[in-house]
Every structure is written in C-alpha cells, then in structure tokens.
C-alpha cells in the first residue's frame, strides 16, 4: 500500500500545493487533501489553537485535525524563506508552525516538518526535496525526477494564475476537472488583495470573489502580477517588509494604482494578523497619495457574517458606480 | 536643534544626558499618559501593537511642544517593531508634520549607513568623533547603573518593612542619577543609589514566592504599559525577577553577549528563531524552571507574533516542567484593576502550590 501525505488545504496550500503534490506523487506516494473549509474545519481548529492566532492559523490547525486520521504522514513545513532576498522570510506563525502543531494537537501522525530556506538559492530546494525522499525511503534518482516533475507542475500552475484564473481554478484545471471562462462583461477594475490563503479560502471570506464577480466587478489579485514586475515595484517603499507574502501584496498594490488604474482596493485582512496592521495602513496611505483610489480593508474572523458583508461591497461598488458615472 | 526619543522604562535619563552632551536640546516627551494613548491609537493602524501606539502618540505629543527630530531604533525582522521607523514616518507625514524620524539600524547590517546617521547628527553641532565616543561611552554607563538600580530595588521590594518605601527610595535615586553629569558623578551616584536602597528597613524572615518575567520587550520594560506589573507584584510580596534589561538587550544586539544559553535551553521545543524575543521567553522558562522560581508571566502586546507562537509552546513547557505560566496580552483596553486580580489569584495558586510541595496543608 503506498504511503499517504496528508497535506492540509491552508495557509501555503494556496501557493505551492502543485509543486508538492506532484512532487509527493512523483516518488510513488499518495497524497490525501482536506476538504474545503467547512464549518466544521474551523470549529475543530478554535477548539486546538491558542486563542490569540489569527483565524487561518486556526484553520490550519484543523485541516491538520481533518488529515491526521487518514494519512501515514503529515506535511507541515517551515517555511523561512522562497526568495534571495535579504531579511525577506515568513510571517513568525510560519516559522514556528510544525512546533506549534505538534504542541497543541495530540494524535499526530508523523510530520514531514522540512525547513524551506532558499535564501542561498535553488540548489536548497534540492536539498529539501533529498530530505524529505530520503525520509519517504526513495532514492536520488526517484527524487531528481520528482523534483523536476514538480518544478514543471509549478510553471504550469504559475502560468495559469497569470492568465487571471484563480489558484482554486487552476488548480481544478491542472487535475483536468473542468474549463472555467473569465467573466468579460464588467463595469468596474477591482484589485482584491490580501493573501493567498485568506482571499482564496471561500469559507472564511464568504466567498467575496463571486460576490463581486456577480456585482459585474473585474478582479485582480495579487497572484496575476508577474513576479518581475511585483519586484521592480520595490523600489517605490522606503524599507522592504519582512515578510514574503505581506511584501507581495504591497507590490502588487503599487503596481494596481500606478500601472493599471483600478477603480478600488479592497485588501483582506485577518482580524489580529501582525504583518497585515503595517500592510494594510501602508496601502492604505499609498492609495491615498498616489491616486487617491477608493481603498476599504475588511477585517475577516471566525465570526464573519455575510450579510455585513454583502452590504459593505454592495455600497463601496454603488459608489464607484456612481463615481465613474459621474467622471 | 531639538531632538525627541521614545520612552522604553528608565532609558530616557540616559538618552538626555547623551543628547546634551552632543550639543543639542534633549525633548522628552511628556511623561507617558491616558493622552498619549488616545493620540496614538487614534493614528495606528487598529491592529498595530501597543508599543507602537504608545510611540506614536509619544512623537505626537513631542512634536506638539517642537520637537525637531525623533530618533529611534529600528530592527530586521520578522517582528514587525524593526518596521515602525517607517511606518511612523508615514504616518506623521499625512498628518502634515515634516518632523524627520531617524531610524538606528543594527551597525551589523550595514555599518555606512549606521555612522552616516550618527555624522547627521553630530556634525550639525560640531561634535567632534572622539568626543561622540566619550559621551557615548558615559551614557552607556549611566544606562546600567539605571538597570542595576531598577534590578536592586525588585530585590528589596518584597522584604520592605513598610509597603511602598521601596518605591519611593527608587525616585529618589533617579532623581540622583539624573543629575549625575560626569563620569565621576556617575560613579558616585552609584554608591550612593546603593546606600540608599540598601538602608531600607527589611525583613528577610519572609517566605517570598519569586516569579520570572518574559515576554516582548518593550511591555517588560516599560510600566506604562504593563500597569506597573514588577511593583504590583512586588507590593504583594513577590520577588520578581526579569529577563530582559535594556542594558543587555543593547549589549546583545552589539554583539557583546550570545545569547547561546537561552537557546539552547529552548531547542527542544522550538529551534528557529523566529522573530521577536518569542524563542528567549520559552528558553528562559525552561531556564527559571531549572532555577527553582514558582511561576512565570508572559507579557505581550496584543497581537504579537513572536509572543503568540511562544505562547503556543509554553503550553507544553509549563506542563513537562510543571511552571505555571500566567500570559498577559496588554492592549490600550487592559485595566489596571483587572490585572491586578489576575495577578492576585495566580499568587495565591503559587503560594498554595509552595504550601503542598512544603507540606504545610495536603
């Protein structure tokens, strides 16, 4: 029977879960995904994590719950850094994530917890990969090629999010499910900002992508902006973020109100997230004095009602209807 | 010209005396207060920590009585205080303040930039290196004699015979540190701060419990933001003792001391550094465990990082060691009443815990 990865459908899921299911499925291994976040999911992770973690922490901790039952091991890694850049690394809750886990949910199975650190560069990522074949009792050669394979996995997925799909489209798409068309018929430019893992989780944001899609609003996230062009807008803040995906979303904001004229900003925000306090006046303050553009930030938690929500996009969008109409 | 600088504990008789030596007006900013808060949350972010609302409300207010320019420390990450420099900055600026915010990075990290700042600022009263390095070198003297008087007076507190004389003495001696100027001064100062802490009536027959104190720095040192915490406890009758002293938090961050023992003391539980002093406050409670203390509090701002992935695994520590761990999250909301019954009650478990470990009730 071959073995079963448990890799939970949270946090860098929304980021790199191509590479490592092909990577795991590569060397011959199962790999077993939580179901989408449901009610349930959140409940269990309340119940495990620390009250004050943010609530995709706590989503992580039970997708973990979800998982531990039916897999042999678990993918939890640390992710430190993915970038040569310098002091660039992971929100702390990343850092110490497999410790965390391990501390608060007992019945684990045992987790594959590598630390990702591509600071020096690439070949790192080779070094991961031996690590984790190693422990999964494959040799150099299964690994090379899964890695490859992976790597291969990855450019595809990266190339479907800059066509403007989705990750939860894309990777629909690369699993051959179904063909999604892009909605051509809108009235107004949203970016929608904030990260993967809070803006792709439909359950957490109460699906706001379709909410807008349906109001005829035309999105752009983060994930579409090629990653040179993210990086040629670094220049514009005084001092980088310390942390990858916050550093992104900054970029990615910049690029919006300068390059491409969006009609608004909405950035998603998890209630208590640390890097996303700086982030989120940031852009905020940038919006201001480099448009100005119509910025709203909305604050998600484990209590995110939709009906509060659908009112507050229904008026920011009458707005910039009525805005643009007047312009 | 008029230079500003955060408050963070007893520092700021230090930064005084360095900023005048320089040649420049020293503006502290009005002592820490209910406004101070008001202002700062009112221009932060919702979810920035309380260190940063107290400092921006600090700059606000020292802006207001014409303050010229602040300096600050900064940092590298990934605890979001290394970013504060520029988000205040920002801040000020919508507000329409040109009041310039200087940010000291570590001299590790790119030591042009770190002398580049400080020939700014010398250079405009003519200063001249030698004499930087002298004055610098007195401040820093000045600034652990203010951390070797704060560590005594925790030490006597809870022995003192009449409730409250410790703190009293301890104003004292800052106001003698205060107006020590020289070397000389200072070295004075020192004996006679000692004198006068150490003649206060004690009584040793005692049984004190004695508690660590961890947690995100600028909350430990400063008792604007914790409410007093290391004198309320110590009134109570508790020898406490903290971790973190700004004298060798600096020293450290200088390179003069590793830090080596801490974590090793913590790599069971977590073996990454991950931002903050997260890794120092389980480190130290495996460390105060193995030293015998009863108890210790975390401090942390609300919504820290470092401290909530800390907290996570103190958890776990707290049981293998059996210390109990009392956290505290401290925001512009917390109450001075409220902690304090918090605190009693968990001095009151730690004594009847003494009491069954000792025998004297089952």
């Known amino acids: 029977m071959p073995t079963k990865i448990g890799i939970p459908r949270a946090l860098s899921y929304y980021a790199y879960y191509p590479f490592w299911k092909t990577f795991f499925e590569s060397l011959g291994h199962e790999t077993v995904t939580?179901?989408?976040?449901?009610?349930?999911?959140?409940?269990?992770?309340?119940?495990?994590?620390?009250?004050?973690?943010?609530?995709?922490?706590?989503?992580?901790?039970?997708?973990?719950?979800?998982?531990?039952?039916?897999?042999?091991?678990?993918?939890?890694?640390?992710?430190?850094?993915?970038?040569?850049?310098?002091?660039?690394?992971?929100?702390?809750?990343?850092?110490?994530?497999?410790?965390?886990?391990?501390?608060?949910?007992?019945?684990?199975?045992?987790?594959?917890?590598?630390?990702?650190?591509?600071?020096?560069?690439?070949?790192?990522?080779?070094?991961?990969?031996?690590c984790l074949g190693k422990r999964l009792d494959n040799n150099l050669m299964e690994i090379s090629r899964a890695l490859n394979r992976g790597i291969k996995a990855q450019k595809r997925y990266e190339k479907l999010l800059l066509r403007e799909f989705t990750?939860?489209?894309?990777?629909?798409?690369?699993?051959?499910?179904?063909?999604?068309?892009?909605?051509?018929?809108?009235?107004?430019?949203?970016?929608?900002?904030g990260f993967p893992y809070t803006v792709y989780d439909k359950f957490i944001n109460v699906d706001i992508i379709n909410k807008l899609k349906k109001m005829g609003v035309k999105i752009f996230?983060?994930?579409?902006?090629?990653?040179?062009?993210?990086?040629?807008?670094?220049?514009?803040?005084?001092?980088?973020?310390?942390?990858?995906?916050?550093?992104?979303?900054?970029?990615?904001?910049?690029?919006?109100?300068?390059?491409?004229?969006?009609?608004?900003?909405?950035?998603?925000?998890?209630?208590?997230?640390?890097?996303?306090?700086?982030?989120?006046?940031?852009?905020?303050?940038?919006?201001?004095?480099?448009?100005?553009?119509?910025?709203?930030?909305?604050?998600?938690?484990?209590?995110?009602?939709?009906?509060?929500?659908?009112?507050?996009?229904?008026?920011?969008?009458?707005?910039?209807?009525?805005?643009?109409?007047m312009t | 010209?008029?230079?500003?600088?955060?408050?963070?504990?007893?520092?700021?008789?230090?930064?005084?005396?360095?900023?005048?030596?320089?040649?420049?007006?020293?503006m502290v900013p009005p002592k820490l207060s209910k406004k101070t808060l008001t202002y700062g949350t009112q221009h932060s972010p919702e979810f920035a920590c309380l260190p940063f609302k107290i400092l921006l409300g600090s700059y606000l207010e020292a802006i207001e009585q014409g303050a010229e320019l602040i300096i600050t420390s900064g940092g590298s990450g990934p605890c979001r205080a290394g970013y504060y420099g520029v988000l205040h900055q920002k801040i000020l600026q919508d507000l329409g303040y040109d009041t310039k915010i200087i940010v000291m990075e570590s001299p590790y990290r790119n030591p042009f930039d770190f002398l580049g700042k400080i020939k700014s600022v010398i250079s405009c009263s003519g200063v001249s290196w030698w004499t930087f390095i002298k004055v610098f070198y007195k401040a820093w003297e000045k600034l652990k004699l203010l951390d070797e008087t704060e560590f005594l007076s925790h030490q006597i507190r809870p022995f003192e015979c009449l409730r409250g004389e410790t703190t009293k003495v301890f104003k004292e001696?800052?106001?003698?540190?205060?107006?020590?100027?020289?070397?000389?001064?200072i070295r004075e100062a020192r004996k006679l701060t000692q004198e006068l802490l150490n003649n206060i009536s004690q009584d040793h027959t005692r049984k004190v419990l004695k508690i660590g104190i961890i947690g995100e720095i600028y909350v430990v040192l400063e008792p604007f933001a914790n409410h007093d915490l290391e004198v309320t406890l110590g009134e109570m009758g508790v020898l406490t003792h903290r971790s973190i002293y700004l004298s060798d938090w600096t020293r450290e961050s200088t390179g003069y001391e590793s830090k080596k023992n801490i974590i090793k003391a913590a790599s069971p539980y977590i073996n990454e550094l991950f931002g903050g002093h997260g890794i120092y406050s389980v480190g130290h409670t495996v460390l105060y465990s193995q030293k015998g203390f009863d108890g210790v509090v975390q401090l942390a701002p609300f919504t820290c990082i470092p401290e909530i992935v800390a907290k996570t695994i103190l958890a776990k520590v707290s049981n293998d060691f059996a210390i109990p761990v009392l956290t505290v999250f401290l925001d512009e909301q917390t109450g001075k009443a409220g902690l304090q019954t918090r605190l009693e009650a968990f001095v009151d478990l730690l004594g009847q815990k003494r009491a069954i470990q000792e025998g004297v009730v089952t």
């Open chain 1, 34 to 130: 939580s179901p989408l976040t449901t009610k349930h999911v959140l409940d269990n992770g309340i119940k495990e994590a620390v009250t004050d973690a943010c609530v995709p922490i706590k989503l992580f901790h039970g997708h973990v719950c979800d998982l531990k039952e039916k897999s042999d091991f678990l993918f939890v890694p640390r992710f430190v850094s993915v970038c040569r850049e310098r002091k660039v690394t992971f929100c702390p809750k990343f850092l110490g994530l497999p410790d965390m886990i391990k501390t608060s949910i007992s019945g684990l199975p045992p987790l594959l917890d590598v630390r990702i650190d591509l600071k020096k560069g690439w070949a790192e990522l080779f070094k991961v990969c031996v």
């Open chain 1, 167 to 193: 990750p939860v489209e894309a990777i629909a798409m690369l699993e051959g499910n179904k063909e999604f068309v892009q909605n051509r018929d809108t009235r107004l430019k949203f970016a929608l900002l």
């Open chain 1, 221 to 325: 996230t983060t994930e579409m902006v090629p990653p040179k062009i993210l990086l040629s807008q670094a220049k514009k803040v005084p001092k980088n973020l310390f942390w990858y995906f916050s550093n992104q979303v900054l970029r990615a904001a910049l690029y919006y109100i300068d390059h491409v004229k969006v009609d608004g900003i909405i950035h998603i925000t998890a209630f208590g997230c640390g890097p996303d306090a700086m982030v989120d006046k940031m852009i905020e303050l940038e919006a201001k004095h480099r448009g100005p553009v119509p910025f709203m930030s909305i604050t998600i938690d484990e209590h995110t009602g939709e009906a509060g929500l659908i009112t507050r996009l229904e008026a920011f969008v009458d707005m910039l209807l009525l805005r643009s109409e």
């Open chain 2, 1 to 26: 010209m008029k230079i500003a600088f955060p408050y963070m504990g007893t520092s700021h008789i230090a930064f005084k005396m360095l900023i005048r030596d320089l040649g420049h007006e020293p």
């Open chain 2, 173 to 185: 001696c800052l106001n003698v540190i205060d107006e020590s100027q020289t070397t000389e001064q």
